[in-house]
């Protein structure tokens, strides 16, 4: 037995060095009283904030993972007052080099430019959004509630410029679902 147990603890060992990790943040909050919640991450020109806060009965959950792709979970639910404010930003950058020099500078210009926020002001509702930031950058939302919701979407790659704005007020149901940065099919 203690022959099983050593090698366990040996290979526990051993395994983790060809591993890649991550960093996350997870947590899941009931309460009767004032809530409030923060997570931020900037990276490789990659950002995400997020803050929720509430003041009555409420259920809050949140999951943050760091990686080669951030994702992000963000859920509340609240008999009384819910604020929202949440941000996705993302830069892809251009280098590029004289293929004809091998000692030639690199020349790097900016590239496309996401950025995607939501805030809002809830007397009571739920709220739930899922956010992901790699080479494309994702933003959804669902929204069941009453009260104020802002949503503002940019992209820019210098050609082409999107944007998209939607504020909403009073009883609501939303579902929103924002993609930059998607393959073309030709």
Sequence with gaps: ?????????????VMPCGLTYADSLSSSIVCSGATWVSSSVIS???????HLFTSDQAVVNRTLNIGEVITTLVSGRSTGPLGIDEYTGQTHNQTAQDPTCTFSV?????????????????????????????????????????????????????????????????????????????????
């Design 44 to 50: 490789d020109a990659r950002s995400y904030a997020a």
């Design 106 to 186: 690199l020349n790097q210009k900016s590239g496309r430019q996401d950025d995607i926020s939501t805030h809002g002001l809830f007397i009571s509702g739920d709220y739930l959004s899922h956010r992901i930031l790699s080479e494309k950058t994702v933003a959804g939302s669902v929204v069941n509630g009453s009260g104020i919701l802002l949503t503002k979407a940019h992209s820019d790659d210098g050609n082409r410029t999107v944007s998209h704005a939607s504020d909403i007020a009073g009883s609501m149901n939303v579902t929103e679902e924002i993609v930059f940065g998607e393959e073309e099919n030709d």
């Design 1 to 13: 037995m203690n022959k099983v147990l050593v090698a366990l603890g040996v290979l526990l060992l």
